[in-house]
């Protein structure tokens, strides 16, 4: 029997599960962070305790596992790998390897070994891996690297652009009226005054305000979240473009709480997918729906050589999410 352990890692928590090559849940374990751009000293504690939890419940020992994935936050550049190898390595997997999460998340919502990721939570980030097994990512570093948008920018979108409706440069918005009563104020210029008086900071959930607004016409909240989309679907074009998957059929997959819970009306999904297919036609966009730990667990199968069935795919998707699972 194959043992194999996938890990899915960000800033508040980390996930580790024991499966074994049929798809059957062995283990599984829980931590902290395991992003370590936070703290290194810290994640390389939490990925130890929660591999060794899923361990302990599936009774096995490092040594018994074929391969182990790590899916980590925080694992974008050669200088991250550097400081990421050796606390993954110290961990005792004879074998083992180490992507960032939106690897594991885009494996989880594809029965392909290929395919791109687009990610749209706080923040955004983009990667894709084409049939060679080449991987990119585009993106994922902030406004000032490129990227527009997530919970963590599209939050101060609704600030300015009521703040631009008051003061004449924007059009009247339904965006001003739910923002004064999120935040809490009896008018713009109070707000106005307040935050510039204080120093204070959008909270990141205002970014919610533009689903209300765009699902009653709203005008700026709609072109907000165009654009939104733009920008998701120019990264994944372009990683699409770069790794010579324009000819393929591949899925693009949506993770990230604006695409996957909010965007209910598709503003964000309608204008991503249009400018997608402009570069790569045989492109399917999906939504995420089950929880990217699988998509470790199916790349440890992958680099161990098998080819998953689609009867692990169906037993492992019946559980949903890792909190479902009980051990």
Same mark, same amino acid.
């Given at each position: ?108 919502? *594809? ?10 939570? *706080? ?49 009247? *918005? ?85 695409? *996957? ?67």
């Amino acid at each position: 029997m194959a043992y194999y352990v996938g890990i899915d890692a960000g800033g508040s928590k980390t996930h580790a599960l024991v499966t074994d090559e049929h798809g059957h849940v062995l283990g599984k374990g829980i931590s902290g962070n395991g992003n370590h751009q936070i703290d290194a000293v810290e994640t390389a504690r939490h990925l130890a305790e929660a591999t060794a939890e899923a361990l302990q419940q599936a009774g096995i020992q490092h040594a018994d596992v074929a391969h182990a994935y790590f899916g980590l936050a925080g694992a974008d550049r050669e200088t991250d790998f550097r400081i990421l190898r050796p606390i993954v390595s110290a961990i005792g997997f004879p074998r083992f390897s180490i992507a960032c999460d939106t690897i594991i998340g885009l494996r989880a919502g *594809t029965d392909r070994p290929y395919g791109i990721s687009v990610i749209c939570g *706080t923040g955004t980030n983009c990667a894709g891996r084409n049939k060679n097994g080449e991987q990119l990512q585009v993106g994922g570093f902030s406004y000032m690297y490129g990227d527009f948008g997530g919970g963590g920018a599209l939050n101060e979108e609704v600030f300015r652009s009521v703040i631009r409706a008051w003061d004449g440069r924007e059009q009247p *918005t339904l965006l001003t009226d739910l923002l004064l009563s999120k935040l809490n104020y009896s008018s713009v210029e109070d707000m106005y005054n307040d935050y510039l008086d204080h120093d204070k900071s959008v909270p990141v959930d205002v970014a919610k305000l533009l689903f209300a607004a765009a699902s009653e016409g709203d005008a700026v909240a709609i072109e907000i979240l165009n654009r939104q989309g733009v920008e998701l679907g120019k990264a994944a074009a372009a990683a699409a473009r770069r790794l010579g998957m324009g000819g393929d059929t591949f899925d693009v997959v949506l993770t990230g709480s604006l695409v *996957t819970r909010g965007d209910t009306g598709g503003w964000i999904r309608g204008a991503l997918e249009q400018v997608v297919h402009e570069a790569a036609p045989g492109a399917r966009i999906v939504t995420l729906t089950v929880d990217p730990v699988f998509g470790a667990i199916w790349a440890a199968m992958e680099e161990d050589g098998l080819t998953i069935s689609a009867d692990v795919y169906a037993r492992m998707r019946a559980l949903g999410s890792f909190e479902n699972i009980q051990n």
